[in-house]
């Protein structure tokens, strides 16, 4: 059974870091690219970051370029997303999630979300 | 970046009925679409990709159409566990995006 687990969040003051983990188990990871996806309370969902099984090729959104990086440690079956510079606005629950496989060099065009953590909660306050 | 706009915000419906999720791509995604259902607390769930294939484990009363810019979520027979809000989203271009949502309230 595929299983993601978010760790990491929690009360930050706007201008500081946190960095997220996201604990895979079910599947190999590294075959897998990953991504992280937020929701504002009460707000719908946004896609801000996603990198490839080698961390090769990383992609962001613009909300989050500059500040958030995206990093995966496959000997661990982890994910992390460090947040620099955190603003009010990045207050969210974060969740990773699946995106598609890629062997041998040959990708499949599973670029939609699969598999999603149960989420953890980021809040930015004074 | 790509908008996905759907239609409408919130739909009211009644156990059995059948109800029709729009959702408008900004410029054609093709068929690189995909739908998830989310419940209060809960993460998102895939219910369709690539427009019309439904996901493992989905029951066949979800259906989805379309190609382009224009695309749709079928419930043919709503059932009580399917009241939740419902997200589609583009994967044809960076970055991924998606719709505001459609929440399916019980009448």
């Known amino acids: 059974e595929v299983r993601l687990v978010e760790s990491g969040g929690g009360l930050v003051q706007p201008g500081g870091s946190l960095r997220l983990s996201c604990a895979a188990s079910?599947?190999?990871?590294?075959?897998?690219?990953m991504n992280w996806v937020r929701q504002a309370p009460g707000k719908g969902l946004e896609w801000i970051s996603n990198?490839?099984?080698?961390?090769?090729?990383?992609h962001y959104a613009e909300s989050v370029k500059g500040r958030f990086t995206i990093s995966r440690d496959n000997a661990k079956n982890s994910v992390y997303l460090q947040m620099n510079s955190l603003r009010v606005e990045d207050t969210a629950t974060y969740y990773c999630?699946?995106?598609?496989?890629?062997?041998?060099?040959?990708?499949?065009?599973?670029?939609?979300?699969?598999?999603w953590g149960q989420g953890t909660l980021v809040t930015v306050s004074s | 970046d790509i908008q996905m706009t759907q239609s409408p915000s919130t739909l009211s419906a009644n156990v059995g009925d059948k109800v029709t999720l729009t959702c408008r791509a900004s410029?054609?995604?093709?068929?690189?679409l995909a739908w998830y259902q989310q419940k209060p607390g809960k993460a998102p769930r895939l219910l369709i990709y690539?427009?019309?294939i439904l996901e493992s484990g989905v029951p066949s009363r979800f259906s989805g159409s379309g190609s382009g810019t224009e695309f749709t979520l079928t419930i043919s027979s709503l059932q009580p566990d399917d009241f939740a809000t419902y997200y589609c989203?583009?994967?044809?271009?960076?970055?991924?995006?998606f719709g505001q949502g459609t929440t399916v309230e019980i009448k």
């Open positions: 690539k427009a019309s």
């Open positions: 999630a699946s995106g598609r496989s890629c062997i041998n060099g040959l990708c499949d065009d599973d670029l939609y979300f699969r598999h």
């Open positions: 990198i490839s099984g080698s961390s090769i090729d990383t």
């Open positions: 989203q583009q994967y044809n271009t960076y970055p991924w995006t």
């Open positions: 410029q054609s995604i093709r068929t690189w």
């Open positions: 079910g599947f190999t990871l590294s075959s897998y690219e």
